[in-house]
C-alpha cells in the first residue's frame, strides 16, 4: 500500500537536489516534482515485533530493518541492500539515544552492528555511541553514519527527532535551543557529518505522543505502534514520524491538540537549511506490513 502519487519508477530516475549538493549520503531514491525536490520514506510495521510486555522481539526487528531497507534502496535482498550503503572500507558509527525512559533498543543497535560486519565492516571499525560521540575514537574516524532513535515529545523541541538526534555532535546543545530548536538543521551542515549520514531509523515501537515538561514520560501516552520509519532523508523520516503522532494526539484527546512547542525545526531544516524535504505531499511514503491502526 502506497502513499503516494509518484511511481517507484519516478523516484528512482533521479536524485533531489540534496543528494547533489552532499547533504544527505544517499543512493538516488527520490525525484522531482514540479521543480520541487521529492523523498521517499518506508513505513513498515509488525504486530509480532513487540512481547507481552512491550519489549522489542529481536529477530523480528532484525527483519523489519532488512525489509524495510531492501524497499528503500530498491535491491533484491538485504545483503544487496547494506552492501548498496556500506563497504568493508567503511568506519561506521551508530548514532543512538540512551534516554532510559524510551532508549533506541540494544536489539536494532545489534542488528545494525551485524549487517555492517556481514558487509565486512571490521568490529573495530564499528561503535554505537550517543552522548560521547565527539571523544569516540571511532566516530572520529568514521566515513558513514546511521543515525537512529525512538520518537517522542519533546519539551524544548515538539518532537525528539532524527534531526535532533545529532545534537551531541555540537560543543554547545543550548545553541540549539532556540525558537523551539529552530536551528538543528544547521548541525547537519558541519563537516564531521556533511554526506555522511547514511540512514536515518526512526523507532516508532512505541512512541511517546504526549509530555507535561522537561523529560517527561508516562505509560499513559505511549502505545504500541510496533513500527519503524526508515530513510536517506532525515527530514521526510521526521515529518512522516510527526504526522503520525499529530494522528494519535486526535485519536487520543478527541480534537485537534498541536504538539507544544510546535516541531517547526523540521520544515526550517527544509526552507533555511537545505537538508530535505518537509512537505508531505512531496514525500512518498511505502507501506509495509501490519496496516491496523497505522493512522497515516
Known amino acids: 500500500m502506497r502513499d503516494t502519487k509518484i511511481s517507484r519508477r519516478d523516484f528512482f530516475a533521479v536524485g533531489t537536489a540534496a543528494a547533489a549538493s552532499g547533504l544527505v549520503a544517499r543512493p538516488s531514491d527520490a525525484g522531482d516534482r514540479g521543480g520541487k525536490p521529492t523523498?521517499?520514506?518506508?513505513?513498515?510495521?509488525?504486530?509480532?515485533?513487540?512481547?507481552?510486555?512491550?519489549?522489542?522481539?529481536?529477530?523480528?526487528?532484525?527483519?523489519?530493518?532488512?525489509?524495510?531497507?531492501?524497499?528503500?534502496?530498491g535491491t533484491e535482498d538485504s545483503a544487496s541492500a547494506w552492501k548498496k550503503l556500506f563497504s568493508p572500507e567503511d568506519v561506521v558509527g551508530i548514532k543512538s539515544n540512551v534516554w532510559s525512559r524510551l532508549p533506541t533498543p540494544p536489539a536494532l543497535e545489534e542488528a545494525m552492528r551485524a549487517e555492517l560486519q556481514?558487509?565486512?565492516?571490521?568490529?573495530?571499525?564499528?561503535?554505537v555511541d550517543d552522548r560521547a560521540v565527539k571523544s569516540n575514537p571511532v566516530f572520529r574516524r568514521a566515513t558513514a553514519f546511521i543515525n537512529t532513535r525512538p520518537m517522542r515529545t519533546h519539551n524544548w523541541a515538539g518532537l525528539g527527532t532524527c534531526l535532533k538526534n545529532v545534537i551531541t555532535f555540537?560543543?554547545?546543545?543550548?545553541?540549539?535551543?532556540?525558537?523551539?530548536?529552530?536551528?538543528?538543521?544547521?548541525?547537519?551542515?558541519?563537516?564531521?557529518?556533511?554526506?555522511k549520514v547514511r540512514l536515518n531509523a526512526l523507532v516508532m515501537l512505541t512512541p511517546q505522543f504526549h509530555s507535561t515538561g522537561p523529560h517527561s514520560f508516562s505509560k499513559e501516552f505511549v502505545w504500541p505502534y510496533?513500527?519503524?520509519?526508515?530513510?536517506?532523508?532525515?527530514?521526510?523520516?521526521?515529518?512522516?514520524?510527526?504526522?503520525?503522532?499529530?494522528?494519535?494526539?486526535?485519536?487520543?484527546f478527541g480534537d485537534d491538540r498541536p504538539?507544544?512547542?510546535?516541531?517547526?525545526?523540521?520544515?526550517?531544516?527544509e526552507t533555511q537549511y537545505g537538508v530535505g524535504v518537509a512537505d508531505?505531499?512531496?514525500?512518498?511514503?511505502?507501506?509495509?506490513?501490519?496496516?491496523?491502526?497505522?493512522?497515516?
Open 39 to 73: 523523498s521517499r520514506v518506508v513505513l513498515i510495521r509488525d504486530r509480532a515485533v513487540l512481547d507481552q510486555e512491550g519489549r522489542p522481539e529481536s529477530e523480528a526487528l532484525h527483519r523489519m530493518l532488512n525489509r524495510g531497507l531492501v524497499e528503500l534502496t
Open 118 to 127: 556481514r558487509v565486512g565492516v571490521a568490529p573495530g571499525n564499528i561503535a
Open 170 to 195: 555540537t560543543e554547545r546543545y543550548p545553541d540549539y535551543h532556540a525558537d523551539a530548536c529552530a536551528p538543528l538543521g544547521s548541525i547537519w551542515l558541519r563537516p564531521e557529518l556533511k554526506g
Open 226 to 252: 510496533r513500527g519503524l520509519i526508515l530513510g536517506f532523508d532525515p527530514v521526510a523520516v521526521d515529518a512522516t514520524g510527526a504526522r503520525v503522532i499529530e494522528a494519535k494526539r486526535k485519536l487520543y
Open 259 to 269: 504538539i507544544s512547542p510546535p516541531p517547526h525545526h523540521i520544515q526550517v531544516a
Open 280 to 296: 508531505q505531499e512531496r514525500i512518498e511514503v511505502v507501506r509495509l506490513g501490519w496496516t491496523e491502526d497505522a493512522l497515516i
